[in-house]
């Protein structure tokens, strides 16, 4: 059976709560904006992509029942739904583009009647959704021919179905490797601390009768020691003008061991999420989370101290360097990026 991330249904957007799995299948209805900000914020819906979703959808859900009786109240409305659904989390440039996006439909049509601007909203929010499926299913058509049947592949976080509408980036690779016939042994990083590999990316997989296994991230230095891992595939939050690419903590540490160990790896993501504002990685601002995220959150007894120091950044950089290719839904960029970047994108 098929599942979508988030969609809007019976008036309302509809979304996996992610925090329940993989214990249970549950979906949330959000009614308003504080719930959907709520939503973001605790990754009930997260990754790039379908973060991207949660903008459009959202813009439109904060603003469909506006009473403004011209435009320059209606503006002023959606741009304060869209500056409060933009301070949930500060990484993935998704769920900027997808706000901008939805500002830019509403001034391009600021000549248009409310009720006809809250309809294009709506379509464009519909389209983002669209546009989503569309591209993970491009990425995965030009990702797939980088592997070869039998390759281990090992991956970090969850980049799949859950953090896309349906489909994925880096699992958008590997799951059209399996449909093209290749045999595919994955290893999925836990991903401390919030666990997306374990709790996300394995349910998913399994669900696909993938042939998946679990480690702890500090092992994927002795798997590749071992020669078990032939390929590293990741995928980003936001990609800089030159090709540094922030994603999940640890994913740079992946990056560091597979150059030493002369694997490639490999990140995947939609032209939506590179930022061509930022020259280098050193500008993506890193969002920092909830210590207790570390000291408590998955565990019956508190594993550190009470009151003890704790440093959380949830992503990290990956300088270009490190990056043997970037897959994206226009095609495989290879380095030079700063070169290569633009001409893809343009
Ligand atoms: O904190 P999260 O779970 O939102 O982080 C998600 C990631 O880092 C993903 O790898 C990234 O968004 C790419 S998802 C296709």
Request: glycine share 6%.
């Amino acid at each position: 059976m098929s599942i979508r991330t988030i969609e809007w249904k019976n008036n309302y957007i509809r979304m996996i709560d992610q925090t329940k799995l993989p214990q249970k299948l549950v979906y949330l209805n959000i009614k308003d904006i504080e719930s959907l900000w709520q939503a973001i914020k605790l990754l009930k819906v997260r990754g790039a992509p379908a973060l991207g979703g949660a903008a459009g959808l959202g813009a439109y859900l904060g603003i469909r029942n506006s009473r403004a009786v011209n435009y320059l109240q209606f503006e002023k409305e959606l741009g304060r739904v869209c500056d409060y659904l933009a301070s949930s989390r500060p990484t993935a440039i998704n769920l900027f583009w997808g706000l901008e996006r939805m500002m830019r439909v509403s001034q391009a049509n600021k000549n248009k009647s409310i009720l006809e601007i809250k309809k294009m909203l709506f379509k464009e929010a519909q389209m983002i959704i669209e546009e989503d499926r569309a591209s993970c299913r491009q990425i995965g058509n030009f990702g797939e021919k980088l592997f070869c049947d039998n390759d281990s592949v090992l991956t970090i976080c969850n980049t799949g179905i859950l953090a896309t509408i349906d489909y994925g980036t880096a699992l958008g690779v590997i799951y059209r490797a399996q449909e093209v016939g290749k045999r595919l042994k994955i290893y999925a990083c836990e991903t401390r601390p919030l666990l997306q590999g374990a709790r996300l990316t394995t349910w998913e997989l399994k669900r696909k009768n993938m042939d998946v296994t679990l480690i702890c991230d500090s092992m994927a230095a002795s798997l590749m020691q071992q020669g078990k891992i032939k390929k590293v595939i990741a995928g980003a939050d936001r990609i800089a003008a030159n090709g540094d690419t922030a994603n999940k903590i640890g994913t740079s540490s992946l990056a560091i061991l597979a150059k030493y160990h002369k694997i490639p790896f490999y990140i995947a993501a939609p032209v939506s999420t590179f930022d061509l504002n930022i020259k280098s990685g050193k500008e993506i601002p890193i969002e920092q989370r909830n210590p207790a995220e570390i000291t408590e959150l998955f565990f019956k007894n508190r594993v550190a101290p009470r009151g003890i120091k704790v440093f959380n950044p949830a992503f990290d950089v990956t300088p270009n360097a490190l990056i043997s290719a970037i897959i994206t839904d226009k095609g495989v960029i290879r380095p030079p990026y700063l070169k290569n970047i633009c001409s893809y994108l343009k």
